[in-house]
């Protein structure tokens, strides 16, 4: 009897090891890496530890023979938050994209210590993405452990497709906000079934809001991946129409 | 926010740089190059203040039991002393 083959778990990746395992073998070159000492000069004054690559990995690989920017952010680090370094280095890595990227996003959104900037920097990001999705694939991977929410769901949209697994959320508020703004009768953030149900991987697939899901395989998210480019539909856009016209469907009377 | 700096003279320098762990709760990130001197350096971030007796201890057993040269950089989101003596393990093995 031949042995299983233990699977490569995404989730207990770290964002490196996903760039290269999904990237073809030996062709990740990074820009900007944590020697480079780029880190948030905001953090330390607000009394937090600063990461010394902001959280952001990225650089540009090979993806099936393409030339390719490759993104990846942290969750670990202040929830895979968005600030003004790791925001552009995300932004200048998708200006200069040449085959289109790929862009493992594990992100609540904007970074709250820095505010405006990482707002700014997010619609710096929506900006690349829109440009380059024109002439190449960008392909959102949503498959770790804190999801995708806030300014970079707007952000994973606007890609020309989202590849998501069932342990990936994706969403414009995450559960906290939601049970905050709207009340615990609305959202009981603590209700992890929930959460999923509304807004996890398998669901949202379902809905038509991504496009492909995998399990939690690097090797199969690597296949999705190529896939993606192969195919390239540019999904249907988001328009003001297509969100009225889901709104009405699914909205409770 | 608190920051402690750990030298100590001599050692064997480390060849390559290594970039292991994250600041992350209970967690630490951890940059070791080679040295411009023949010396070890190690200067830690710490969120957490009033821990500098343990970190020293913790790091000078480090430096005890491995005599290296190296210019380290210890950026801490709350780890406890074993993890951080496990990371810096895990940089060692990547460096020498």
């Known amino acids: 009897m031949t042995p299983t083959a233990l699977r490569r778990s995404y989730v207990e990746s770290t964002s490196r090891e996903r760039i290269a395992a999904l990237a073809d073998p030996g062709s990740f070159r990074e820009i900007l890496d944590p020697f480079a000492r780029c880190s948030s000069p905001y953090l330390a004054e607000q009394g937090v530890v600063a990461q010394r690559d902001d959280g952001v990995v990225v650089g540009r690989a090979l993806l099936g023979g393409r030339d390719v920017a490759a993104v990846a952010v942290d969750g670990r680090f202040l929830g895979g938050s968005i600030g003004e370094i790791g925001g552009a280095k995300i932004a200048r890595v998708l200006e200069r994209a040449r085959d289109g990227a790929f862009l493992l996003l594990d992100t609540g959104g904007i970074r709250l210590q820095e505010a405006n900037l990482g707002l700014l920097a997010i619609a710096e990001i929506c900006d690349a993405i829109v440009a380059l999705r024109e002439r190449a694939p960008v392909v959102a991977?949503?498959?770790?452990?804190?999801?995708?929410?806030?300014?970079?769901?707007?952000?994973?949209?606007?890609?020309?497709?989202?590849?998501?697994?069932?342990?990936?959320?994706?969403?414009?508020?995450?559960?906290?906000?939601?049970?905050?703004?709207?009340?615990?009768?609305?959202?009981?953030?603590?209700?992890?079934?929930?959460?999923?149900?509304?807004?996890?991987?398998?669901?949202?697939?379902?809905?038509?809001?991504?496009?492909?899901?995998?399990?939690?395989?690097?090797?199969?998210?690597?296949?999705?991946?190529?896939?993606?480019?192969?195919?390239?539909?540019?999904?249907?856009?988001?328009?003001?129409?297509?969100?009225?016209?889901?709104?009405?469907?699914?909205?409770?009377? | 926010m608190q920051r402690i700096v750990v030298e100590r003279s001599g050692g064997v320098p480390v060849t390559k740089r290594a970039h292991v762990g994250a600041v992350a709760s209970g967690n630490l990130e951890v940059l070791c190059e080679p040295p411009a001197e023949a010396r070890a350096t190690i200067v830690v971030s710490t969120s957490v203040d009033g821990f500098e007796p343990v970190w020293r201890a913790t790091l000078e057993r480090f430096l005890e039991r491995y005599p290296i040269a190296a210019a380290i950089e210890i950026n801490d989101f709350g780890a406890t002393p074993a993890m951080v003596s496990l990371r810096l393990e895990q940089a060692l093995e990547l460096a020498r």
């Open chain 1, 141 to 253: 991977v949503v498959a770790g452990r804190v999801g995708c929410y806030g300014g970079m769901s707007v952000a994973a949209a606007l890609c020309s497709q989202i590849i998501m697994s069932p342990v990936g959320r994706f969403g414009l508020n995450g559960p906290e906000v939601v049970e905050q703004e709207a009340g615990i009768e609305e959202l009981d953030a603590r209700d992890r079934p929930a959460i999923w149900q509304a807004t996890g991987g398998v669901r949202r697939v379902g809905q038509g809001h991504a496009d492909v899901l995998v399990e939690d395989d690097l090797d199969e998210l690597a296949r999705a991946l190529r896939d993606a480019f192969r195919a390239s539909p540019n999904r249907e856009r988001l328009s003001l129409e297509r969100l009225r016209n889901r709104f009405a469907q699914e909205a409770p009377r």
